[in-house]
């Protein structure tokens, strides 16, 4: 706890340099929602951000692409991890590597990681609760690594990886308590944080989950796109299962957390994104930037200043795409 005297140093020399909350926001990423979040940048330099980046070395995101499930066009996770392996390729102190088709061959895959993100279908299939394997993730979360998933990634059986990625991530789809619905999110009011940078309000239409099985009080989360589904969205039907929900309908109005980061003890990062159904929103420019902000961050390397610039085609939504 040493460390906590450092923070309490630095915060007031933040205050002292500067009375803008939200440049001392942008020097404690996290603090607007949670003062112990800086606390966990402070103690474990090891997992920071910019000050090993500027060493030189580079920081390694490895991101898995599950296999081919749904129809063309949806679920399109080698295609998406295509797209932004290649957006990522410039970005200053990051170094990406990628998989297809499901699990790496190779547990080896994960060696030396700052940060794994996983894209692929989930549930009690989900290839992170399979044997052996939640255990080799906590070991790596446990050494700092940065754990992200995105869509259906989200879900993972309550007896079987929720209370993981809950510590993890700090939530995950639970089956019966989390919707599937699909429907258009306006994300009117974006926060503070390195990930928002470059970012203008958007919307797109997805099957963006919400109702996330969150840790009490959602301690540690950051919430960054929110949005309030309309009621005709609350009164189903769902994807699957199809609902209504008493306690999806009786929450009319209320806003849903449908991404957000946490900052763990150990100084790891977590990242969740409950859209991704569509191949085709990454065609939009701020959705875009939003996920290739959120993957620099969750390596531990600094968002650029205007966010991470990337243009995509028409023609290249077309490209790589499932059969
Ligand atoms: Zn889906």
Known sequence: MKYKIVTGVLFLFALSMNSQPELIAESFPGYTYNFFSAETYIADSHNMASDDADLGEPRRL????GEASHSTGTHEHRA?????ERCLADVDGLEVSTHFGGWPSSDNAFEGADAIFMYMDGGGNHPVVQEG???????YIEQGTGFGVMHYAVEVPENNGGEQFVDWIGGYYETHYSVNPIWEAEFEHLPN???LRGVEPFSTEDEWYFNIRFRPDRVGVTPLLVAIPSDDTRDGPYVSPQGPYDHIVEAKGRSEVLSWVVDRKDGGRGFGYTGGHFHNNWGNEDNRTYVLNALTWLAGVDVPAGGVQCRITEEDLQQNLDE
């Open 62 to 65: 490895v991101m898995v692409a």
């Open 193 to 195: 944080h390195p990930i």
């Open 80 to 84: 998406g991890v295509l797209i932004f």
């Open 133 to 139: 394997r939640l255990d080799l993730m906590q070991n």
